[in-house]
């Protein structure tokens, strides 16, 4: 049997450096107050004898855990996968581990996801809540101790700063485009229509079709493709049936294409269609499909950014009543074929 290595300590890499064990310390710590070629000795000798700090006596003592904790519903959405790639390109810069949980919307996940990645002492918190009303969950969050930031949904009625898109805007803007066709009979296909994201969309939609005079057509019954099939052929049997659909996710939106192209519905001759949320082959269909674009590496980005100026201001986070750092991101309306467009155009 192969006898393991001892790895090496603190004191080895000290007498190797021709420094005391505070000066290493200090090193491993930042190197604050080391005169700069001891701290290039030092740095020298750790490599040399490729020393890891011990993680949990440093934990003990009260130092970071250098880990950041992501809790999301799926890292399957495209969306949420984006914001987690962005947010660990962040903690890396701050010598940071991303940790990821997923909930899938559940509340019940979200909590003990949460009690989880606080009994391992992370230093801080990016979370997409599933039920920004969620009372036990802001209570639980409001006694971290430890900076939070929510992504995508905020948590209202807390001091927890978040980083969302215009979701309100974005649906607008959408809907309005599709008025501008000349369509005057816009069906909004929904789903999930407790999330926060789901609820702004739609009111965007609503008070674009009402301003408008347009009947408000809703259908919030889509969880999954045979769903989305079966809305399209009760539409399409309508007295009178929708002339375009706007979709509000781009699972939603891939389901809706694939079913009008199996009923032989003609885009948008027949029924025009504009999604929410980009994704990779939208441009490559035939018909290209239109799109609500929202800015996903920017949201974990900011979020990420936001939790590490939180961490800088303070390692403990106390409760206090302040507004909370707001930020609300813009999307862009990606012009293509399926709303009728007669050649994709740039976002606008």
């Known amino acids: 049997m192969t006898k393991k290595t001892k790895a090496p300590t603190l004191s080895e890499v000290a007498r190797k450096a021709g420094v005391g064990t505070t000066t290493v310390s200090r090193v491993i710590?930042?190197?604050n107050r080391v005169d700069p070629k001891t701290l290039a000795r030092v740095r020298k000798a750790i490599e040399a004898l490729s020393?890891?700090?011990?993680?949990?006596?440093?934990?003990l003592k009260g130092h970071r855990t250098k880990t950041i904790g992501l809790i999301i519903p799926s890292i399957a959405d495209p969306f949420f996968a984006s914001c987690a790639e962005a947010a660990q390109v962040i903690a890396r810069t701050h010598d940071s581990l991303l940790i990821v949980t997923t909930t899938h919307n559940e509340p019940e996940a979200e909590i003990e996801s949460v009690?989880?990645?606080?009994?391992?002492?992370?230093?801080?918190?990016?979370i997409a809540p599933s039920d920004t009303d969620n009372s036990a969950l802001r209570s639980?969050?409001?006694?971290?101790?430890?900076?939070?930031?929510?992504?995508?949904?905020?948590?209202?009625?807390?001091?927890?700063?978040f980083v969302v898109a215009d979701n309100f805007a974005g649906a607008n803007l959408a809907t309005q485009h599709l008025i501008g066709h000349g369509y005057r009979r816009i069906a909004c296909m929904t789903g999930?229509?407790?999330?926060?994201?789901?609820?702004?969309?739609?009111?965007?939609?609503?008070?674009?079709v009402e301003s408008a005079g347009l009947p408000v057509i809703l259908d919030d019954s889509i969880s999954d493709y045979p769903s989305v099939e079966r809305a399209i052929r009760t539409l399409l049997g309508a007295a009178k049936p929708p002339d375009a659909i706007f979709t509000l996710k781009n699972s939603i939106t891939i389901s809706?294409?694939?079913?009008?192209?199996?009923?032989?519905?003609?885009?948008?001759?027949?029924?025009?269609?504009?999604?929410?949320?980009?994704?990779?082959?939208?441009?490559?269909?035939?018909?290209?499909?239109?799109?609500?674009?929202?800015?996903?590496?920017?949201?974990?980005r900011m979020?990420?950014?936001?939790?590490?100026?939180?961490?800088?201001?303070s390692r403990v986070r106390t409760i206090d009543h302040r507004r909370p750092r707001e930020v609300q991101l813009g999307t862009r309306l990606v012009r293509r074929s399926s709303c009728g467009c007669t050649a994709p155009q740039k976002a606008v």
């Open 29 to 31: 710590n930042g190197g």
């Open 140 to 161: 639980l969050l409001a006694r971290a101790s430890v900076p939070v930031v929510a992504l995508d949904r905020p948590l209202p009625h807390s001091s927890i700063p």
């Open 192 to 208: 999930e229509k407790t999330l926060y994201t789901i609820r702004e969309r739609v009111s965007g939609y609503r008070q674009a």
């Open 51 to 59: 020393y890891m700090p011990n993680q949990a006596a440093r934990i």
């Open 256 to 300: 809706a294409f694939e079913a009008m192209q199996k009923l032989g519905v003609v885009i948008p001759g027949s029924m025009a269609l504009l999604g929410y949320d980009d994704f990779e082959l939208a441009e490559t269909v035939r018909p290209s499909i239109t799109v609500v674009r929202q800015p996903i590496e920017e949201i974990g």
């Open 303 to 313: 979020a990420a950014e936001i939790l590490f100026e939180e961490l800088q201001r």
């Open 115 to 126: 009690k989880v990645l606080m009994q391992h002492q992370t230093d801080g918190l990016i």
